[in-house]
């Protein structure tokens, strides 16, 4: 049973910063590509970030030089650092994974992922 739980989230003004993690657990961790999606109300699910198994990463463009992706295989867990933080960022981030079947971090493999953690609210106020 994979299991992924989220922290982090919270309400900060533009320009702030957040560090979200995911502690992940019941799957071979290491194999699997580890990644972030977000939904804000009223919009479709997006990819934001995603790491392979030996450490590539991938960002969308709106979050590309902003955001960092990591993760510590000691501790299980994920991280997305979230910089220059923009009203456009507020939504509901989760921590996904799932084999790496599709292609790490494309959109097929965002449409794809099978496996989610809860959730975390991000709000970003002007």
């Known amino acids: 049973q994979v299991q992924l739980v989220e922290s982090g989230g919270g309400s900060v003004q533009a320009g702030g910063s957040l560090r979200l993690s995911c502690a992940a657990s019941?799957?071979?961790?290491?194999?699997?590509?580890m990644s972030w999606l977000r939904q804000a109300p009223g919009k479709e699910r997006e990819g934001v970030a995603a790491i392979t198994s030996d450490g590539h990463t991938s960002y969308a463009d709106s979050v590309k030089g902003r955001f960092t992706i990591s993760k510590d295989n000691a501790k299980n867990t994920l991280y997305l650092q979230m910089n220059s933080l923009k009203p456009d960022d507020t939504a509901m981030y989760y921590c996904?994974?799932?084999?790496?079947?599709w292609g790490c971090g494309s959109r097929v493999y965002y449409s794809r992922v099978n496996y989610w953690g809860q959730g975390t609210q991000v709000t970003v106020s002007s």
């Open positions: 996904a994974a799932d084999e790496p079947r």
């Open positions: 019941g799957y071979t961790y290491r194999n699997y590509c």
